[in-house]
């Protein structure tokens, strides 16, 4: 286990909670298309890539219009739908100890709303999404330039904690430690991911890094 310099972490499902929100915005555009709707459990299961990686394979070349309807809704319901997921206030406090910062495939704009929503601006350094970097994940250029932001003297060794498959393969590609938070029901499980490093729950990653603080 390499000893981490800095902490960066998913968004959706890794620190929160937002996927009633994204179920509707996405089902909105959906029917807008004619399509079938998906369920809440579907759109968490599908949902991994960033938007503009995945709404061309979905709706062809009238993405864009979709996409205007998905952030129409999305804007309407998601502050209001955000929840902290169970112990990561302790876990961020735990992390306190390093520079952290969030690298999600939620729009830039969108997740840092949310950020100042939840009043989380003081424990991250860098605040990356969809659209703020050359590509998004899996691609690492996300990751990377996360951690050029948070240590641009001495760059260091970063963990990449998240929830999905894609979080995994990110962390890879940047040379990151993987940490998968959670047991990963909904993209294969434990085992199919392979993480560096898995806590079952945030409680567990904080016991962790205590440990090693």
């Known amino acids: 286990m390499i000893r981490p310099d800095i902490l960066l972490y998913d968004w959706d499902d890794t620190l929160v909670d ?33 938007l503009r990686d995945a709404f061309p394979d979905l709706f062809g070349s009238d993405w864009m219009r979709a996409r205007e309807i998905f952030y129409a809704r999305l804007e309407e319901e998601h502050l209001s739908a955000l929840s902290a997921k169970p112990g990561v206030e302790a876990l961020l406090e735990v992390g306190k100890a390093w520079p952290q910062g969030v690298v999600s495939n939620k729009s ?59 979080d995994m393969k990110a962390a890879r590609a940047a040379g990151f430690t993987a940490v998968l938070l959670g047991n990963a029901e909904h993209d294969g499980g434990v085992e199919s991911l392979s ?13 962790l890094l205590r440990k090693i603080a």
């Open 18 to 50: 937002c996927w009633s929100a994204i179920a509707s915005a996405m089902n909105a555009a959906f029917a807008a298309f004619g399509m079938p709707p998906w369920s809440k459990e579907e759109v968490r299961a599908r949902a991994r890539r960033s």
């Open 108 to 166: 830039g704009s969108v997740l840092r709303r949310e950020i100042a929503h939840l009043r989380w601006q003081d424990r991250f350094g860098i605040a990356i999404g969809s659209g703020d970097a050359s590509a998004d994940k899996p691609d690492p250029a996300p990751l990377r330039m996360a951690l050029a932001a948070l240590a641009p003297r001495s760059g260091g060794h970063a963990w990449y904690i998240g929830d999905s498959a894609i």
């Open 195 to 207: 993480p560096d490093l898995h806590a079952p729950d945030a409680a567990a990653l904080a016991a």
